[in-house]
């Protein structure tokens, strides 16, 4: 049973229009989640995260929302560039600092 | 910056050998995890430490795989046998505190 799921696997934008990677969870006992961006053949890299008890965070380019009542969280990036193609996934923490991730979104920004 | 240390970078073994992993995590980094990601999925959790105790060892497949962390400051993760479906990369975590995890950069295993 998938508690974190990522249901785009891919995703392709344009250089300078938005990008926008969706999450949804189903345990409402998470408390805090994150976005970590990976390369092919390295480690993933923590991008941006959100408490529970907020609904929007925003760090330069990238901002991410929480929907609580649907349990859905979602990645803006504005405006895209092609350093942003990579894989990007989604992470839910739950009990003992444990993170559950989605599958991945793979971004692909065109120049 | 600091860094997760994590060796080889790439391993192949045939099958039914053993192989072994090594993670260094940031010094004073209490917490140390190592995840398996299957090509195309997310990366999933096959233990985690707290100094040298094992907090959560639930999905890790006992009868082949053993992690330790003897002096809980650096780790070791062995396959014995590997088997083809272990081809993965298999990354390294460490956390201070509850914020997130700073990741190695992993060990892509191939098993032919």
């Known amino acids: 049973d998938q508690q974190v799921k990522q249901n785009s696997p891919s995703l392709s934008v344009q250089e300078g229009r938005i990008s926008i990677l969706n999450c949804d969870y189903t345990n409402s006992m998470f408390d805090y989640f994150l976005w970590y961006k990976k390369y092919p053949a390295e480690g993933p890299t923590f991008l941006i995260s959100?408490?529970?008890?907020?609904d929007k965070n925003e760090d330069g380019r990238f901002t991410v929302f929480l929907n609580k009542s649907a349990k859905h969280l979602s990645l803006h990036i504005v405006p895209s560039q092609p350093g942003d193609s990579a894989v990007y996934f989604c992470a839910a923490r739950g009990a003992g600092n444990m993170l559950t991730f989605g599958g991945g979104t793979r971004l692909m920004v065109k120049p | 910056e600091a860094e997760v240390a994590q060796s080889p970078r790439y391993k192949i073994t045939e099958k039914s050998q053993a192989v072994a992993f090594w993670c260094d995590p940031i010094?004073?980094?209490?917490?140390l995890y190592w995840y398996r990601q299957i090509l195309g999925q997310g990366p999933e959790l096959l233990v985690q430490f707290q100094d040298e105790s094992v907090v959560d060892d639930s999905q890790l497949p006992k009868d082949r795989f053993s992690a330790e962390r003897l002096k809980g400051v650096d780790s070791t993760l062995k396959i014995q046998p590997a088997e083809l479906g272990d081809s993965a990369m298999y990354l390294c975590a460490s956390s201070l505190d509850h914020y997130g995890y700073t990741f190695g950069s992993g060990t892509r295993l191939t098993v032919v």
């Open positions: 959100i408490s529970s008890i907020k």
């Open positions: 010094s004073g980094h209490a917490t």
